[in-house]
């Protein structure tokens, strides 16, 4: 049968004015189409619903059958479609957020501290992963959403940019090019390199720049893990490459970061399955996380490491 929801509640209107007229005043409608509407509906179900008179509408058995159960239905329907609408805008459950390793260590904490501040009934579960894990577990639903260096287009994911930010060069202290104020992308050729593995969403923008810059890598070690950056360079293994969210330095090392000429950026993205909706919750830490990047921007705007010219 093709009768509507429409339909139903025009005719339940009119059982219980028991006028065509009274009841287009109820729900909006003209006469003429309160008794099209019925008319449908009754040549739809097979069966008349009403007995017309010049003075009345009167109700014949199976309409008066009809409209009593189609009275507790659509009461039912409306309770649960608002119950439905409360639910989606419930800032109250788990959200699941996957992130690349960098970004959990350096922009994630303050996510989650302004999430517990602001919304303490939300569970902010993070999964802290390499990015193709992230990635993965946004395509099989595993986390409500990502934060990743841009993977390029994806026709099943959503992204939104959140943050831009340039590489710099990591080297010991004592290194010649400590007191230079910033290094050339072509001096890094030959020179020994500690970068990450390809489990890192900026590795392929590194091999990227040294192809641009037509660089021969000399890379001596490759390493999973962004902190272990630190203690390589610092042993004298080699220098490094590596993106502003991983600053700032470990306290007390005797390491230097410089400004990498031409200036190469990478960009950090919010990331959701495509033509899936976020719950209340969900959407509440996007908001979150989208501030604080925000507001990390507006820092490194005072930031002579990221204002030098």
């Not at 950026?265 to 925000?294: C, D, H, P, Y």
């Amino acid at each position: 049968m093709n009768y509507s929801l429409r339909q139903l509640r025009v005719f339940v209107t009119v059982a219980q004015a028991k006028s065509f007229s009274r009841a287009g005043d109820m729900i909006g409608l003209s006469q003429s189409a309160v008794s099209h509407s019925v008319k449908e509906l009754e040549q739809q179900i097979g069966v008349r619903l009403l007995d017309r008179t010049t003075r009345e509408v009167v109700l014949t058995e199976a309409g008066q059958q009809l409209a009593a159960r189609l009275e507790r239905l659509l009461d039912e329907l409306g309770s649960t479609l608002r119950e439905a609408g409360r639910v989606g805008q419930q800032l109250i459950g788990t959200v699941r957020v996957a992130a690349s390793q960098t970004i959990s260590a350096h922009l994630i904490p303050q996510c989650i501290a302004s999430s517990n501040r602001r919304y303490p009934e939300i569970d902010f579960v993070l999964h802290d992963r390499p990015q193709q894990w992230v990635l993965e577990s946004i395509r099989h639903g595993e986390v409500d959403f990502g934060i990743v260096i841009d993977p390029g287009p994806a026709s099943d994911l959503q992204s939104e940019e959140i943050l831009e930010e340039p590489f710099f060069l990591l080297c010991r202290n004592d290194h010649p090019w400590a007191q230079l104020p910033a290094v050339a992308w072509s001096a890094l050729d030959g020179a020994p390199l500690v970068v990450q593995d390809y489990a890192s969403g900026s590795r392929p923008l590194i091999d990227s720049a040294l192809l641009h810059f037509a660089v021969r890598a000399t890379i001596v070690q490759e390493i999973g893990h962004p902190t272990t950056l630190f203690p390589m360079v610092e042993a004298g293994i080699g220098i490094s490459v590596l993106p502003a969210l991983a600053l700032p330095l470990p306290q007390g090392s005797s390491l230097v970061v410089k400004r990498l000429e031409p200036t190469v950026l990478r960009k950090i993205m919010l990331v959701r399955r495509k033509n899936r909706s976020l719950s209340g919750a969900a959407q509440a830490l996007w908001e979150v996380v989208r501030e604080q990047a925000r507001c990390l921007n507006q820092a490194r705007e005072h930031d002579p490491l990221f204002n030098q010219t």
